[in-house]
């Protein structure tokens, strides 16, 4: 038994998880922004999202977003977004 609990312990102390990269960017217009950084995400941000928002806002980012946020994005009038889940993506 205790075999199996230091086994676990070294398991979980040897893991560790490394946090989703999205490219950074932020500009008005309706043209998508270059990345000028890249971001590290939270843990409750687990998507990288390309936004672009027309009139009247003429907006557009790159940056890290809750999936459920950005998917959100992509059903809105005006909005074109694209989401995904793997580094530097967006």
């Known amino acids: 038994m205790k075999a199996?609990?230091?086994?676990?312990f070294l398991m979980l102390t040897a893991y560790r998880g490394e946090a989703l990269r999205c490219n950074y960017c932020f500009?008005?217009?309706t043209d998508l922004c270059n990345p000028t950084s890249i971001q590290?995400?939270?843990l409750t941000q687990n998507a990288c999202a390309a936004v672009i928002?027309?009139?009247p806002?003429?907006?557009?980012f790159?940056?890290?977003?809750?999936?459920?946020?950005?998917?959100?994005?992509i059903g809105?009038?005006?909005a074109f977004a694209s989401c995904c889940s793997t580094d530097l993506c967006n």
Do not use: K, W, Y
Not at 57 to 60: G, T
Not at 62 to 73: H, K, P, S, T, Y
């Open 62 to 73: 790159r940056q890290c977003m809750n999936m459920a946020v950005c998917q959100g994005f």
């Open 27 to 29: 500009s008005e217009g």
């Open 57 to 60: 806002i003429n907006r557009s």
């Open 76 to 78: 809105t009038p005006g």
């Open 40 to 42: 590290t995400c939270s």
């Open 4 to 8: 199996t609990v230091c086994a676990i």
């Open 53 to 55: 928002l027309q009139s």
